[in-house]
């Protein structure tokens, strides 16, 4: 199903209300060029699940842990830069495998062989006209 997104704001209320739903264990793969708006979608998700702090882009980082609502916790990496995750692997299974965990993966494929099949991957997507943008969310579920 595709879904239009006009503004940043937008974006952040889209992931609010996926957020809002997690109840632990779900697991998100974000694709879409650099600029779609990603992190934009993690920091709605983050206000969904009751993350109470700043939410950042884990690209320097590689992974960042949020403390959420009911005992979660929000589990964001982004692999932008790596072709190899290599150690990173067995700390994204871990996270995978947690049902107290929702873990949202950006540019995913160096992990790709521990990603569970049960997965939504969001493309996000510039509009033709460049303004705003698409979300098609595919359920592997």
Do not use: C
Not at 95 to 101: A, P
């Amino acid at each position: 199903m595709k879904t239009y997104i006009a503004d940043t704001d937008e974006m952040k209320d889209y992931g609010q209300k996926l957020g809002r739903t997690f109840r632990g264990g779900e697991v998100l793969e974000l694709v879409g060029d650099v600029g779609a708006g990603k992190t934009t979608l993690v920091k709605g998700i983050a206000i969904g699940l009751g993350v109470e702090d700043d939410v950042q882009s884990p690209s320097f980082t590689l992974s960042r842990v949020y403390e959420a609502r009911d005992g979660l916790q929000l589990h964001h990496y982004d692999f932008y830069r790596l072709h190899d995750a290599g150690i990173m692997s067995y700390e994204v299974a871990e996270s995978v495998n947690d049902s107290k965990v929702v873990t949202v993966i950006e540019w995913a494929a160096s992990v790709a062989n521990v990603l569970p099949e049960n997965r939504q991957r969001i493309i996000i997507a510039y509009k033709p006209s460049g303004v705003g943008r698409e979300i098609d969310v595919e359920s592997k579920i």
